[in-house]
């Protein structure tokens, strides 16, 4: 397992366990991400990945062991330090609003309460969101329900939202699944881009070794709730990744 | 590139001991359903033996019942007086219903949203339950009983007593269809930084705007009826003119009466199935009131 330089952790893991109701799910977790990185979680299916970023995301609480983001812990990160950008595996957008609705709707975390009631976003906001729309190729759906699209265009959808919150931290769990060849690239390309610019972090959840091998600084094997191993992705062969998983 | 195909088929490979899972357990509530009808039909039994129902069908009760049905209650009374009283009492029964229920409504929603245990921890979510609990365990006669004490007779008391009944029962219909949203939307916003107001602004009421609307729908026509019952203990409407004729022995007027509300709640029923239907909602049709 590679070493990894503590003084450049931007995520940072200690022997976290975890689980729901008393049914442990992740063991002795150790990991370190460093800021601006991107890193690809890869694992079968159950193996606990989603866990692994519900934690990270301070929307479940470890048993036992330490994180911390930027040195904070995940909700005063949420809170203070920085902004997520999160895309679950199911999307979670809502059925019933348009398009724009939803894309808006990753804004609310600067959104005051009151003006949010009244359905009233900023004209920054507003911009944004159009800018947005047409760099995922999204434009003309824009007043349409969700239900009306297609696999693909959801999850652009939902990629639009995590990008309006201006994220610090993405943090995207299936990410490309449904989309094709092309749509990978654009949006892999957009997000390396933003990744750049504006030094933001990225982990997400790919099922293709050979997209996560191509896109990814590091790659992090789960299986059965534990880090069975942390690659760096130029210097991994794809066979020795599978022998990981046939040797246990 | 044959390695990441190999690979693929191992990510879901513990499927199928999922499903197994699942159709034993269907099995086993299957084969707990039979012994429970069963068990259920004989006590069932035993308890008609005790209330003697068999006596119902003896000769003599029956003829006396056809008798007394034949020379009292027919023909209707049909006379221009009556049509009009029980015109105008059916009118206010389904005023009552519409009053109650939109009272009802604006009274279950935050109660609902204070109740239900995705939205609220526990400390919370329990006391509200309980709360609307409570309130459902009196009938809506009751309730009526104890409006028309404290207020008096007529229609007021009835419609106090239908809007704090739609209040507990609503507020459940509703809690359990938030409780039904699912989280990942939840999560997703609160990863984004929204509040718990937002939350129930965008998420909560968009998705179950549907089912919130059939509900009240449903409910309007459960008042309408609930609400020719509560006029028994003089709470108004129908029910008032109902009680009046029996306890007046005019059966005649009282087959009219029964004859409009009959009609009346088919036609409401009729309407209100129609306005659901556009409203799907899967789960409420299991709900028994
Ligand atoms: N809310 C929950 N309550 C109880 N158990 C859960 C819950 N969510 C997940 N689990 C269990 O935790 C384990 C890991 O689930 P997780 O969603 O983290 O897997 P995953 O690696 O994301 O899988 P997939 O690739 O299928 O998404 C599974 O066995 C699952 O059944
Ligand atoms: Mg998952």
């Keep these: ?248 | 590139m044959s390695d990441d195909i190999q690979l693929k088929t191992t990510l879901h490979s513990d499927s199928t001991t999922s499903t197994e899972f699942n159709s034993k357990s269907i099995k086993s509530k299957i084969f707990r359903l039979d012994i429970l009808f069963i068990l259920t039909t004989i006590l069932v039994i035993i308890l008609m033996f005790e209330f003697k129902f068999l006596n119902i069908f003896s000769r003599s009760s029956l003829s006396s019942v056809i008798s007394f049905i034949s020379s009292n209650f027919w023909p209707p009374n049909t006379s221009e007086v009556v049509q009009q009283n029980i015109r105008y009492a059916m009118l206010e029964t389904i005023k009552m219903s519409l009053i109650g229920t939109y009272f009802g409504t604006l009274m279950s929603l935050p109660l609902s949203v204070l109740a239900a245990r995705n939205l609220m921890p526990n400390y919370v979510s329990t006391p509200f339950r309980i709360l609307l609990a409570g309130i459902r365990t009196v009938p809506s006669l009751i309730w009526a009983l104890i409006f028309v004490v404290l207020f008096g007779l007529g229609p007021r008391s009835g419609t106090l007593a239908l809007a704090i009944y739609t209040m507990g029962y609503l507020g459940k219909f509703q809690y359990e269809t938030f409780e039904g949203l699912s989280t990942e939307a939840f999560e997703a916003l609160k990863a984004h930084g929204a509040s718990r107001l937002q939350t129930i602004r965008f998420i909560v009421f968009p998705e179950s705007a549907n089912q919130l609307i059939s509900q009240v729908i449903f409910m309007f026509e459960y008042n309408v009826r609930a609400g020719s019952i509560i006029g028994f203990v003089g709470a108004g409407g129908i029910g008032f003119l109902l009680s009046f004729y029996i306890s007046y022995f005019q059966f005649s007027a009282l087959v009219t009466a029964l004859l409009y509300l009959l009609i009346t709640v088919i036609i409401i029923d009729y309407l209100g199935g129609k306005i659901r239907e556009t409203f799907q909602d899967e789960n409420f049709d299991k709900l028994e009131l």
């Design chain 1, 1 to 248: 397992m590679a070493t990894v330089d503590h003084s450049n952790n931007y995520i940072f893991l200690h022997d976290i366990h975890a689980g729901y109701k008393g049914i442990k799910i992740l063991n002795n977790i150790n990991l370190n991400i460093k800021k601006g990185s991107i890193t690809a979680i890869i694992g079968p299916s159950g193996a606990g990945k989603t866990t692994l970023f519900k934690i990270i995301l301070g929307l479940l609480r470890p048993s036992n062991g330490k994180i911390t983001i930027d040195g904070v812990s995940p909700t005063v990160f949420n809170k203070k330090h920085g902004k997520i950008g999160y895309i679950p595996q199911n999307l979670g957008l809502i059925k019933n609003l348009t398009v724009k609705s939803n894309i808006l709707l990753g804004a609310l975390g600067r959104t005051s309460n009151i003006a949010s009631l009244l359905n009233l976003f900023s004209i920054e906001d507003h911009e944004m969101c159009e800018e947005i729309l047409n760099s995922l190729e999204i434009k003309s759906k824009e007043n349409q329900k969700i239900t009306s699209l297609s696999g693909g265009q959801k999850k652009r959808v939902a990629i639009a939202r995590a990008f309006m919150n201006k994220p610090d931290l993405l943090i995207a769990d299936e990410f490309l699944s449904e989309l094709d060849d092309l749509n990978i690239k654009k949006v892999m390309n957009l997000v390396k881009n933003k990744a750049k610019e504006t030094n933001m972090t990225v982990i997400l959840v790919e099922h293709d070794i050979g997209t996560a091998l191509k896109y990814t600084d590091q790659i992090v094997l789960v299986k059965d709730g534990e880090i069975k191993g942390v690659f760096e992705s130029n210097q991994v062969e794809p066979s020795i990744l599978d022998e990981v998983f046939y040797n246990e």
